[in-house]
């Protein structure tokens, strides 16, 4: 009988594993869960401080306050190493088109001669850029990987955080909506 009994086991091993795949599959499909749709702690309050100097080799002022208090903004954290942030840099050079917001940056462990020619060879969809050689502020903004972009509100809150990149879909589905709902309520 022990025999049986330890012989079922990586069948019920499997089952288990396998139900609960399902299971996320089934909430993705039907509810709209996510497992990458990580709440920010920030949400609802105001971003943190931020004062960053500007990339050298850009004609765009660096980030702090100022540049973010009064304006709709998106803040887009991202290095030239980080291969999903060239994917998302096509949808971020279309925000930037968007007239209403502020697309601003917050370059994150990068050299900064490297993100400057990263923006001068695909376009620089920035108003802003700061740096964060040491990752400090990034931490702040409760980030863990790049890339990660906050929707903020006039008033300096946290409307949205949506981690990876960024691409037609979470335009569509994420961000574009945040930023209606914003300009909407205004």
């Given amino acids: 009988m022990r025999r049986y009994a330890f012989a079922a086991f990586p069948l019920v091993a499997f089952l288990g594993i396998a139900g609960a795949i399902a299971n996320t599959l089934y909430?993705?499909?039907?509810?709209?869960?996510?497992?990458?749709?990580i709440p920010s702690a920030l949400a609802g309050?105001?971003?943190?401080?931020?004062?960053l100097a500007p990339l050298a080799g850009l004609q765009a002022p660096g980030l702090n306050d100022q540049t973010l208090d009064?304006?709709?903004?998106?803040v887009n954290?991202?290095?030239s190493w980080?291969?999903?942030c060239r994917?998302?840099?096509?949808?971020?050079?279309?925000?930037a088109k968007e007239s209403r917001i502020k697309l601003v940056g917050i370059n994150y462990k990068d050299a900064p001669e490297k993100a400057a020619a990263f923006l001068q060879e695909n376009g620089n969809p920035f108003a802003a850029i700061g740096i964060d050689a040491t990752g400090r502020s990034s931490i702040d903004w409760g980030v863990y990987g790049v890339p990660e972009t906050f929707v903020i509100d006039r008033a300096g809150r946290i409307v949205l955080r949506h981690v990876g990149p960024i691409d037609e879909k979470s335009l569509k589905?994420?961000?574009?909506p945040a930023l209606e709902e914003i300009i909407a309520a205004e």
């Fill in 82 to 84: 980080c291969v999903p």
């Fill in 173 to 176: 589905i994420d961000i574009l």
């Fill in 70 to 74: 009064g304006h709709i903004a998106v």
């Fill in 45 to 51: 309050r105001r971003h943190p401080a931020v004062d």
């Fill in 87 to 95: 994917l998302e840099h096509p949808a971020l050079m279309e925000l």
């Fill in 27 to 37: 909430r993705e499909s039907v509810g709209g869960y996510s497992p990458a749709a």
């Fill in 77 to 79: 954290i991202f290095a």
